[in-house]
């Protein structure tokens, strides 16, 4: 028999701060960081995972249910260790910002706005919120505003991170309405060459090739014609300024 998953997909959105505390979430994450941290050092040490959640939380900075979250990433990259025969053991002394994990309703909030823009609320420390307006992909936008107003999609954990210096949220949503097969169970595969002015993708089944597909970028294929055009006059000269080195 075929199990079946849930559909969940991940939106990502930025963040457009509105509160003028955006160094308050970026302090969070780097909180985040020492709280799972933390987590792999005591599930090292041999502590019960049952009892590390409260002993975590009792020196974090950040609001319990958020602290659980982080403390439940830690324990299930510690449990893929264990599963994959002591291979890839996460580490509890790496530096930098972890991503803020938090529930729908209890660290982080989403409502519409009366311009019809998706605003959040979400709690980096206790008592402390940040606040502001979602931005992103329609798509994305469409979805979330609909989870927010129906009951076809559920929301879910929402990660709070800094990509390339820019705050953003990415939010799990659930179909309550579809499912998908479960990944040992499908039986086609989809094979993604990327090359430097298209995509190509291809379906595989047990019956061979299923479709194929190729996304061109036109704009990247004319620049790079444009490069080479300019290289080989500059060449033909006798300069070489174009030289690749």
Known sequence: MT?????????????????????????????????????IRLAKQGVEWDDIPD??????????????RVVAKALGAMENYYEYNDFGQPSHTTDGAYPLRANFTEGYNLSL???GDVGFRISAKPYKHVKGILEGDDAHLDILKTALESDEWKIGTAEALFHNENAELHVNVTNTEQTVRDKHDSRTVVGVDVNEDNVALTALSEGGVEDTLVIDFPEIKFEHHRYFTMR??????????????
Request: charged letters at 30%; hydrophobic letters at 35%; aromatic letters at 8%.
């Open 3 to 39: 199990d079946a998953q849930a559909l969940v997909k991940t939106l990502d959105f930025q963040l457009d701060i509105q509160s003028n505390n955006e160094s308050l979430l970026y302090d969070a994450t780097f909180e985040a960081r020492s709280v799972y941290n933390e987590t």
């Open 232 to 245: 080989k006059r500059v060449q033909n000269a006798g300069k070489d300024a174009f030289t690749t080195r």
């Open 55 to 68: 002993r975590v939380a009792d020196d974090a900075d950040l609001v319990k249910n958020t602290t659980q």
């Open 113 to 115: 706005t009366d311009d």
